[in-house]
């Protein structure tokens, strides 16, 4: 499980020990799932830390998201799914 603070700043930090625990587990594992929450605005393409991470995601090879659903019902939420109604 992953937690990344969404009040904080995305850091090459972040990406460095994201890329490292990832490669680490491929090693290890035939089927890897990132859970958690990366605070991550992937429904922004225009943002550096989207496209940072989406890059990082598939230089992994077969990574890809897999969400069908909302992840927040919140009015004020930044969910990449948010389509509250």
Request: glycine fraction near 4%.
């Amino acid at each position: 499980m992953i937690y990344r603070p969404g009040l904080e700043a995305v850091t090459s930090a972040f990406f460095d020990d994201l890329s490292e625990t990832l490669d680490r587990t491929a090693g290890y594992c035939d089927l890897v799932y990132i859970v958690g929450d990366l605070n991550v605005r992937l429904d922004r393409t225009d943002d550096a830390s989207s496209r940072q991470l989406t890059e990082l995601l598939k230089s992994m090879g077969s990574l890809s998201m897999k969400l069908d659903r909302r992840t927040s019902v919140a009015v004020h939420s930044t969910s990449l799914r948010h389509d509250a109604t």
